[in-house]
């Protein structure tokens, strides 16, 4: 395949940000074009987007599109949609997308179709004798994981809390540090708690020594039955059933961590909002799914975010992007797509082992809406830096889902009115800016007696035209909870084809590891020898 860089659309690009692109000014662009929303909207199943306010045009668009062609982006997509194994330095399909797919779908090959159905149906049957808390006794639920085995259920849990059971508690564990699970344990009783041990392989270092930890408190407070209340996803049978496991939900090697909260990994999402709920976020999915497959590159919602993301970080050289969810529920989507785009897109050499002469992902990183505003916008709006922005809101709240009444629910309508209006107003100040002339008219909130009125308007100048996209949903679902994630996740392959790198493998994860499993039995012995200076002098403070 040719790499993007030698495509004539990457020269076109290239000439167009020369000659257009560095220049472009926003605002300009809307005086230009009174249409400019209508012509930069997208629908898709159950998200709309707004990108009007990206630094691109029709000119932009056209010559992204030809590189995406160029880039055999669409090819591959089918392939990875056919089972076709994508991920060639493990030698795998990528069918996360068969994960949500209904029975008898042409996504994924029928056998895997199938296999996912059967350990489908057999986790919702679980997740409801469960969930019939009079007899299952189960108030308390703990998944003990790591990385994508919890990122995801910890993610969608909190975003979908108003559609939640209301006599089970969910928690999660993931680090290693005895801090994370110890404040958990303290609120909890053995008859009332499920454990769900999550690591396909169960071996995973930071889950299992969780398991173990859980399982001493277990026994040592009276409980009696491990396998009715610890629950594994996993393929390693054996290795459960040695730990005190009998109840398992497996999954497969083309299921990689970042994209299995559809898979078994989803458990404490099925046990929190139960099958249909668990369904309808598959469905989303589902559908955001067909229509990247079949929208053509105009109307494709991940194939157009992920084009914009190689124009912003190959062409005008932003090196990061800033998420902001107008929503609490979505607090831990930034985390979530930090695991999700980083360690896909995080590559510095190409699909044959070549280096690139490019960069790749950029750093995502953000904090929800309106909590952000008072941390790190004040660099968004007027920092060296720029930094295009994410914007996600929801029009309407689910505060009545959750049984509210009265005047809390009209209380809290107004807040979701204040919010949403602060989502509003940030997208166009970062546009917008101030000029220093303006900043003169304005009437400071306090006056500088060091400062005379010019100099003082100068650090009140915004630049403005700074880039942001605007997501929003009618509600925040299962369903458009799950299309909003297949979005991202089609997104982050788009860009990662334009590269020409594998975005499904990530060895950048293990050498760390491996080297743990070396200074572990050093950090007790004081062994330094082969060592270099500084691990071995900061062991020795560590074991002083």
Known sequence: MTRCDKTPAWASLQGHFE???????????????????????VQAPEVFADLSKNLIDAATLHFLADLANECFVPALRDAMFDGAPINTTEDRAVLHAALRSPAGSNFGTAAAVAQVQQVLGNMLAYVETVRDTAASGIRHIVNIGIGGSDLGPQM???????????????????????????????????????????????????????????KAWFTANGGTDTAKHFVATTTNIEAAAAFGVTTTFGFWDWVGGRYSLWSAIGLPIALAIGADHFRALLAGAHAMDQHFATAPVAQNLPMLLG??????????????????????????????????EMESNGKRVDRSGEPLPYATSPVVWGEPGTNG?????????????????????????????????????????????????????????????????????????????SLDASTLAKHR??????????????????????????????????????????????????LGKALCNDLLPRLGSGDASGLDGSTAGLMARLRG
Do not use: C
């Open 373 to 449: 505003q008072h941390a790190y916008f004040q660099m968004l709006h007027q920092g060296s830096d720029v930094i295009p922005v994410e914007f996600i809101l929801v029009k309407n709240p689910t505060h009545a889902l959750a049984n509210l009444h009265g005047p809390l629910l009209a209380q809290l309508e107004r807040q979701h009115t204040m919010l949403l209006a602060n989502g509003l107003a940030q997208s166009q100040a970062l546009m917008l800016g101030k000029t220093t002339d303006a900043a003169m008219t304005d009437k400071a909130p306090t006056a500088s007696k």
């Open 307 to 340: 084009l914009v993301d190689v124009w912003y970080r190959n062409f005008h050289g932003f090196t990061s992007r800033s998420v902001a969810p107008y929503h609490q529920g979505l607090k831990r989507l930034p985390a979530y797509l930090q695991q999700l």
């Open 156 to 214: 969608v849990v909190p975003a979908l809390d108003a559609f939640a059971h209301p006599g089970l508690t969910l928690h999660f564990v993931s680090n290693v540090d005895g801090h994370d699970i110890a404040p958990v344990l303290r609120k909890l009783k053995p008859a009332e708690t499920l454990f769900i041990i999550a690591s396909k392989t169960f071996t995973t270092q930071e889950t299992m020594a969780n398991a173990h930890a859980a």
């Open 19 to 41: 000659a257009h692109g560095r220049a472009f000014d926003l605002r300009d662009a809307f005086a230009r074009d009174a249409a400019r929303f209508t012509h930069l909207q």
């Open 461 to 510: 100048t915004f630049p403005g035209n700074r880039p942001s996209t605007t997501l929003m949903l009618d509600q925040l679902t299962p369903r458009s909870l799950g299309a909003l994630i297949a979005v991202y996740e089609h997104r982050v392959f788009t860009s990662g084809a334009v590269w020409g790198i594998n975005s499904f493998d990530q060895w950048g994860v293990e």
